[in-house]
């Protein structure tokens, strides 16, 4: 691949997902184009460029959604980062101390991956409605911008190896055994959770309003600084009035919203909504 055709990859994977494709991440492009191209029984690059450039919208875009699949990390894992969890268990034992009758909380997974983050939200949000004795008035929206990424998540089914590292205790309630290489969640969780396609370039069209916990990790660390800005920015603005951010410990500094203000709870970073207006 020449210098002049790395760039206009890079360009336009940036245009279309936010993510930047350091140079020392040619290589990888190479490699990952090569394996679709030769599936598709395409020689060159450039043929493969004008075929997500040009012909009918419905293919154009089904070819993007799978080569966006071979393109983004979709690395994650049950509990990823345990203060976070830690933060939004505080935050749901609050929110039934003091909810009103039939107020539902609502969660969204931003960049969820194949699912661990959504079902571990889930299994941390029921444990707490459950000693309540709160029914089941909670729910987690939970989105993506790869769509095979997101039948995976919604298939709930998981290696043993990742499932093995859940507490004992909650592997029991809410996952079972399919073989020893295998586990799937239950639907005491499946049911609480929706997924679909939402690119956080395309925030606007996204109808998710009023969340109460909006979690995004690990996904903006992949985008510049001002567009990692704009999307905190775009989310913070469909929190609901005491509803709370958690990204990723570190994802972003010197950031202040005027809707926002910082919470502090182990080395999770989180914002709080504090007023219903900005400015
Ligand atoms: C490294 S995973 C993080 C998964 C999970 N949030 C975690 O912390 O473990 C990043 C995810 O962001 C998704 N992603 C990348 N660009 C995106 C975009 N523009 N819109 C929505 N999701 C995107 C990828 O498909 C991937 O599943």
Not at 84 to 103: H, P, T
Not at 118 to 129: I, N
Request: a negative charge.
């Amino acid at each position: 691949m020449s210098e002049e055709q790395f760039t206009l990859w890079q360009a336009l994977l940036e245009e279309r997902t936010g993510m930047t494709l350091a140079k020392e991440r040619k290589t990888f492009l190479e490699t990952s184009l090569h394996i679709r191209m030769r599936e598709l029984g395409i020689e060159n690059y450039d043929d493969y460029y004008d075929m997500l450039m040009v012909g009918d919208s419905g293919s154009r875009a089904m070819e993007w959604s799978t080569l966006v699949d071979r393109l983004t990390v979709q690395e994650t894992s049950f509990f990823r980062h345990p203060d976070s969890y830690a933060l939004v268990e505080e935050f749901a034992q609050r929110f039934l101390d003091d909810r009103s009758d039939g107020e539902s909380l609502d969660i969204w997974s931003v960049g969820c991956s194949t699912g661990e983050e959504p079902y571990s939200l889930a299994m941390t949000v029921r444990e707490q409605f459950e000693a309540h004795n709160a029914g089941d008035y909670y729910g987690i929206t939970a989105t993506d911008i790869s769509m095979p990424t997101l039948s995976k998540a919604r298939k709930g089914v998981f290696p043993a190896r990742k499932v093995e590292q859940i507490d004992p205790r909650l592997r029991e309630k809410y996952f079972e055994k399919l073989s020893d290489r295998e586990y799937r969640v239950n639907s005491l969780l499946r049911d609480r959770i929706c997924f679909a396609r939402v690119n956080v370039l395309d925030l606007q069209k996204a109808p998710m309003r009023d969340m109460d916990l909006i979690f995004c990790q690990n996904m903006l660390i992949y985008f510049r600084r001002w567009r990692k800005r704009q999307i905190v920015t775009r989310l913070a603005e469909r929190l609901a009035h005491g509803g709370v951010l958690v990204l990723g410990p570190g994802e972003i500094t010197d950031w202040q919203h005027p809707l926002l203000e910082r919470t502090y709870f182990g080395d999770a970073l989180a914002f709080r909504r504090v007023s219903e207006q900005a400015g």
